[in-house]
């Protein structure tokens, strides 16, 4: 039987792996979430991102 992938594509799940993505630690990420400062949503308590979107606006690009 296959192990299960942890990776799920674009979609980032997590503070932490938000973090791991904007190469940041858990404690700055979730600064900069709480003030809206990155693109990323609330789904129940946990926060998501688009990495797609994330990279683009931290590099200063306009993503549609």
């Known amino acids: 039987m296959k ?3 942890k990776d799920s594509g ?3 799940w997590g503070c932490r792996d938000i ?3 904007i190469n940041r630690t858990p404690a700055q990420t979730f600064h900069m979430l709480v ?3 990155i693109p ?3 789904v129940g308590a946990i926060w998501v991102a ?3 979107r994330l990279l ?3 590099a200063g690009e306009v993503v549609k």
């Open 3 to 5: 192990a299960k992938s």
């Open 10 to 12: 674009d979609i980032l």
């Open 19 to 21: 973090a791991s993505a």
């Open 35 to 37: 003030k809206k400062q």
């Open 40 to 42: 990323a949503s609330k």
């Open 50 to 52: 688009s990495r797609r």
């Open 56 to 58: 683009a606006h931290l």
